[in-house]
């Protein structure tokens, strides 16, 4: 099996040492190197292609949503994932329309990241499950007053149901049980939902609000 390979970008060297050793104590990880600013990351990630950048966002010189930003517009195949100080959902907007897949604050659990970083490298963002209820109660306070009529409108009640309890973090044997319903059914009306807003997973979802100016904070 083929390891993830991540590139460590923070201007804190013992913050760098300490997530090194967390994520090469992985079976599916390696650390393929790190970089003190955002400047050393564009070069490192054009350098070493690594799967996932776990990219602080302060940073002297050039900060971690500017990396980030140079990072996809260079067209590299890196998912970048941002840790940061800064744990407000409101710093969310900014790391998604910089191109990163998510998240994670430095106080989370070592669990959280390793997870992350995984989720990632699979090509799905990272949203906790209150990030991913403030998202997406943006996009249906727009759809309620108007502004995304188009494709919500060809949801069924039932499909909305299941839309706003995936956004709030429950699972399909959760909102099986909440609706009275099968998981097969519940996966059905899921399924049937992305179809109708020609998405296909959670980060498409996230890509197309951004696109579409419905998240903009």
Known sequence: MSKIKVLLCDDHPALRRGVQALLQSEEDMEVVGDAENGEVAVAKARELLP?????DITMPGTDGLEATRRIRELGLPCRILILTVHDHERYLFHVLQAGALGYVPK???????????????GGNAYLRPEAA???IGDY???????????TYAKLSDREKEVLQLTAQGYNSAEIADKLCLSTNTVDTYRRRCFEKLGIHHRSELVRYALKKGLLLP
Do not use: C, F, K, W
């Open 133 to 135: 209820r403030m998202l």
């Open 107 to 121: 106080t989370a659990a070592h669990s959280e990241l390793v997870e992350a970083v995984r989720t990632v490298a």
């Open 140 to 150: 249906l306070d727009r759809v309620n007053t108007g502004e995304e009529s188009d």
């Open 51 to 55: 799967d996932v950048v776990v990219m």
